[in-house]
């Protein structure tokens, strides 16, 4: 067997040993069948780290994170925006929330971490949306504002109980009942 190939399944035996995914003893048989008796001292560039499992984790997180910050730094330039750029900033960020949805769906079955994030960025970048047209537009009208929001809350509600997605179905309903204990207590 070629020496890259023969590291990258020690490699992926030690992350099985390290991660207790096989017991003990089949890890240790395993690593002495492929390591031809030799000691894994003696071995270069072998690591439980350089494992593809933890490559690809890696990669995902740091995917992960780009996303997050990207879809900070877009509610930000939306709602630092003045009411004249607003129009171009909206549908900035309204192509890059269908981007999101889009891209949701076809990593769903691929990349079960990535799709949530995708998901929840599409819906705030929309929910950002809704809040800079309220405060554009409708600069003092607060029913507006509320409806926007409750349409909104709505809105994951209903995605969260036809998609079965647990986190948006509670932020929905609990975005309906702060607004509606908001208006009971604050406003009455």
Same mark, same amino acid.
């Given at each position: ?33 492929y390591m031809e008796g030799e000691g894994i001292e003696e071995q270069d560039n072998i690591s439980f780290k350089k494992s593809i499992i933890v490559k690809e984790k890696r990669k995902k997180r740091l ?5 997050? !910050? ?7 330039? !939306? /709602? ?16 890059? $929330?269908?981007? /999101? ?20 960025? $599409? ?27 409750? $349409? ?13 997605? !647990?986190? /948006?179905?509670?932020?929905?309903? !609990? ?14």
């Amino acid at each position: 067997m070629e020496n890259p190939k023969r590291q990258i399944i020690i490699n992926e035996i030690l992350f099985w040993k390290q991660n207790k995914l096989l017991p003990e003893q089949y890890c240790d048989f395993l690593l002495t069948l492929y390591m031809e008796g030799e000691g894994i001292e003696e071995q270069d560039n072998i690591s439980f780290k350089k494992s593809i499992i933890v490559k690809e984790k890696r990669k995902k997180r740091l995917f992960s994170l780009g996303i997050i !910050l990207f879809s900070i730094a877009l509610l930000a330039l !939306l /709602f630092f925006l003045s009411s004249y750029y607003f129009v171009i900033g909206a549908i900035v960020v309204g192509i890059v $929330a269908i981007l /999101f949805i889009i891209y949701s769906y076809k990593f769903a079955k691929k990349h079960d971490f990535i799709t949530p994030i995708l998901q929840v960025a $599409a819906a705030l970048l929309i929910f950002g949306i809704s809040v800079k047209v309220s405060l554009v537009y409708f600069e003092n009208n607060n029913v507006v504002l509320y409806s926007l929001l409750i $349409a909104n809350c709505l809105m994951w509600t209903i995605t969260g109980v036809r998609l079965k997605l !647990l986190y /948006f179905t509670i932020s929905g309903v !609990l975005g309906l009942l702060i607004i509606i204990g908001y208006q009971i207590f604050f406003l009455s």
